[in-house]
């Protein structure tokens, strides 16, 4: 240490605090000046410290974790009596599932009523199409050992799209319901009326041959009639919109314009098969 | 502690490194206060509130081991363990120890309580003056919140480092009452 007389030891003592004020305001100038003079300063105190940090880290983290175990214990019991609420909800809902059921098999019986089989189903990729002999249909791939016959119904993820028309070796055709050949028996679910929907080449097919006395009405949902033999019945096809020139058309649920995948269901029917496109054999079977 | 009988005289290197020790205390103390509050606890601000108390502290009831320098430099980690604007911390630690230092002889007979209490006034002026500060340095009006949580952190982190460090003060005192 160096040795200063009294005098000047206090005055540079009552010197110092104005001394380093002023200092204060130069570091508050320089960090300033120049932004990354702190910056960088500040990185370099945190490369130094963080070993420390990262020792602490480990019990503040334990701490941390414990807070939150404590509040989740807390909140347990809240959390049990809503589950319990909800449970208890649900066991009266299962109950209400599993009278119906009941009730659904004891009439089914009394009724004598055959169960459909479920459908067996492939999942084709659209990858064209226009073209063929008719103006509203697509083009399926299907593998070399696809199992998709003629008649078969294509539906998208919405409704129905249309009917399987041409099967080849690798491909098969979809006659689109907006078809201008496309004729599908459905059934007006207000009404259960039967009618004929019939393809136009536009986006909505019109319905035909309703009964007398049950006209279409507005907003009606149209699902597939059983009627023919060539379409399992209730299939969701779409809803009855009356045109401006006041036919009553039907807005299909699927959305034929931008059809990319389609299910194929096969219902095992075999009614009413579409003609054969003209010149166009049926393609022999390769095996 | 109570010591049966007196300790040795010590040597003269060993006292003088005592010396240094009890000169160093407060600055170290700060110093570690600091860091440790540095550390990510997801609280911010945690920083710049616990060095007030420390800095107070110390100005209040030993200022002569905690000159100007030292806490131009414990304002300087201050302010770069925090975001705050570089020097802004310097300059309330430097105002805050000012008048700490003025009122000290008024302040060191006061019950802890007041001495709480006078804390709670300068921690809210130091909260304005940083308010001030940033908006000056910033040339943007900074929100009001956090000076407002520093304010109430630091008061709350008194009583707390207050009891460490008095503690460690009374043993200072009877350190130099011995030796």
């Given at each position: 240490?160096?040795?200063?007389?009294?005098?000047?030891?206090?005055?540079?003592?009552?010197?110092?605090?104005?001394?380093?004020?002023?200092?204060?305001?130069?570091?508050?100038?320089?960090?300033?000046?120049?932004?990354?003079?702190?910056?960088?300063?500040?990185?370099?105190?945190?490369?130094?410290?963080?070993?420390?940090?990262?020792?602490?880290?480990?019990?503040?983290?334990?701490?941390?974790?414990?807070?939150?175990?404590?509040?989740?214990l807390l909140r347990l019991r809240q959390e049990n009596a809503r589950l319990l609420q909800e449970n208890?909800?649900?066991?009266?809902?299962?109950?209400?599932?599993?009278?119906?059921?009941?009730?659904?098999?004891?009439?089914?019986?009394?009724?004598?009523?055959?169960?459909?089989?479920?459908?067996?189903?492939?999942?084709?990729?659209?990858?064209?199409?226009?073209?063929?002999?008719?103006?509203?249909?697509?083009?399926?791939?299907?593998?070399?050992?696809?199992?998709?016959?003629?008649?078969?119904?294509?539906?998208?993820?919405?409704?129905?799209?249309?009917?399987?028309?041409?099967?080849?070796?690798?491909?098969?055709?979809?006659?689109?319901?907006?078809?201008?050949?496309?004729?599908?028996?459905?059934?007006?679910?207000?009404?259960?009326?039967?009618?004929?929907?019939?393809?136009?080449?536009?986006?909505?097919?019109?319905?035909?041959?309703?009964?007398?006395?049950?006209?279409?009405?507005?907003?009606?949902?149209?699902?597939?009639?059983?009627?023919?033999?060539?379409?399992?019945?209730?299939?969701?096809?779409?809803?009855?919109?009356?045109?401006?020139?006041?036919?009553?058309?039907?807005?299909?649920?699927?959305?034929?314009?931008?059809?990319?995948?389609?299910?194929?269901?096969?219902?095992?029917?075999?009614?009413?098969?579409?003609?054969?496109?003209?010149?166009?054999?049926?393609?022999?079977?390769?095996? | 502690?109570?010591?049966?009988?007196?300790?040795?005289?010590?040597?003269?290197?060993?006292?003088?490194?005592?010396?240094?020790?009890?000169?160093?205390?407060?600055?170290?103390?700060?110093?570690?206060?600091?860091?440790?509050?540095?550390?990510?606890?997801?609280?911010?601000?945690?920083?710049?509130?616990?060095?007030?108390?420390?800095?107070?502290?110390?100005?209040?009831?030993?200022?002569?081991?905690?000159?100007?320098?030292?806490?131009?430099?414990?304002?300087?980690?201050?302010?770069?363990?925090?975001?705050?604007?570089?020097?802004?911390?310097?300059?309330?630690?430097?105002?805050?120890?000012?008048?700490?230092?003025?009122?000290?002889?008024?302040?060191?007979?006061?019950?802890?309580?007041?001495?709480?209490?006078?804390?709670?006034?300068?921690?809210?002026?130091?909260?304005?003056?940083?308010?001030?500060?940033?908006?000056?340095?910033?040339?943007?009006?900074?929100?009001?919140?956090?000076?407002?949580?520093?304010?109430?952190?630091?008061?709350?982190?008194?009583?707390?480092?207050?009891?460490?460090?008095?503690?460690?003060?009374?043993?200072?005192?009877?350190?130099?009452?011995?030796?």
């Amino acid at each position: 240490m160096i040795r200063l007389s009294i005098p000047l030891r206090q005055a540079l003592a009552r010197l110092s605090l104005p001394m380093m004020i002023a200092a204060a305001f130069g570091v508050m100038l320089l960090g300033k000046a120049d932004a990354l003079l702190a910056e960088r300063a500040r990185v370099a105190l945190a490369d130094l410290l963080t070993p420390i940090w990262s020792a602490l880290q480990q019990p503040v983290s334990a701490v941390q974790q414990a807070v939150r175990e404590a509040e989740s214990l807390l909140r347990l019991r809240q959390e049990n009596a809503r589950l319990l609420q909800e449970n208890e909800r649900l066991r009266r809902w299962q109950a209400a599932a599993l009278a119906l059921e009941a009730e659904n098999t004891l009439l089914k019986r009394q009724l004598n009523y055959l169960p459909e089989a479920a459908p067996a189903y492939t999942t084709a990729r659209v990858v064209a199409d226009g073209g063929g002999t008719y103006a509203r249909a697509v083009l399926l791939a299907a593998g070399p050992q696809h199992g998709i016959r003629k008649g078969q119904v294509a539906l998208d993820e919405r409704g129905l799209a249309g009917r399987v028309t041409e099967v080849g070796s690798r491909s098969a055709r979809v006659l689109l319901a907006t078809d201008i050949n496309s004729r599908i028996p459905v059934t007006l679910e207000g009404s259960r009326a039967r009618a004929m929907m019939v393809g136009t080449n536009g986006a909505r097919p019109r319905l035909q041959h309703w009964p007398e006395g049950a006209i279409p009405q507005e907003g009606d949902r149209v699902v597939t009639s059983a009627e023919a033999g060539a379409f399992p019945a209730g299939l969701p096809v779409g809803v009855v919109r009356w045109s401006a020139a006041g036919a009553p058309e039907v807005e299909l649920f699927a959305r034929l314009d931008r059809l990319d995948m389609v299910r194929l269901f096969d219902y095992g029917l075999s009614g009413i098969l579409p003609p054969e496109a003209v010149a166009r054999p049926e393609p022999r079977a390769r095996r | 502690m109570a010591f049966k009988g007196r300790p040795a005289p010590s040597t003269g290197l060993l006292r003088q490194v005592d010396a240094l020790a009890r000169a160093a205390f407060p600055s170290g103390f700060t110093v570690l206060v600091l860091v440790l509050a540095a550390v990510p606890v997801g609280l911010p601000g945690v920083v710049a509130a616990a060095g007030l108390p420390c800095i107070f502290f110390w100005s209040v009831f030993r200022p002569a081991a905690l000159p100007p320098p030292a806490i131009f430099g414990l304002g300087l980690l201050t302010d770069l363990l925090s975001a705050a604007p570089l020097g802004s911390n310097i300059l309330i630690l430097l105002v805050v120890y000012g008048f700490a230092t003025r009122w000290r002889r008024f302040l060191a007979r006061q019950s802890f309580l007041a001495v709480w209490l006078a804390f709670c006034g300068f921690a809210a002026v130091a909260a304005l003056l940083g308010w001030g500060l940033q908006a000056l340095l910033g040339w943007a009006v900074p929100p009001a919140m956090p000076g407002v949580a520093q304010v109430m952190l630091s008061a709350g982190l008194y009583p707390m480092l207050a009891a460490l460090m008095s503690a460690a003060q009374q043993a200072m005192i009877r350190a130099e009452a011995a030796g």
